[in-house]
């Protein structure tokens, strides 16, 4: 009788111990990044939904960002959106200042850094995927930079001056 509970123990405790293996099973090096640039145009109510890369979102919060409360006549026409290596969206516009890196979570996208690119608003902007990162083209300038999810990277050129 005693051998029994004691195997029936050890049998609950292998049984758990593989319930919580199963449970920490993780794939490893994946790259979330999006080989090109996404332009999605707002719906009436600010809607954007990129069904090529499954995500859909709200823009007002961005308008809200960029141009303050108080100015209503501003639009976003379009919107642009890529995703690095490690899964940060950069999102910006035309007439905005900023690329926003933003986080997804369970539903949301969380503001990680609001990069100030431009102290004039931007007009034709673009982003390029290299292996180094995500550039921002500025088209009207040819200007390009290089960003990550922590602000602008210095480039050499610049590390040397």
Known sequence: MRI?????????????AMASACNSF???NVDYSQ???????PD????????RHGISFNVNSFKQQEFGESDSTKQIREIRLIRNADGFYFITANQFRNVYVMEPGKGSLK????IKVSESPLNGPAFNLRSSGVQL?????NEVLELNENGIEETEEEEQS
């Open 4 to 16: 029994n509970k004691i195997t029936h123990a050890l049998l609950g405790l292998l049984i758990i």
């Open 26 to 28: 993780v794939v490893e």
């Open 35 to 41: 080989q090109l640039e996404s332009v999605l145009i």
């Open 44 to 51: 009436a109510n600010g809607n954007v939904t990129d069904v």
């Open 111 to 114: 503001m990680k850094k609001k």
């Open 137 to 141: 083209v500025m088209t009207d300038s």
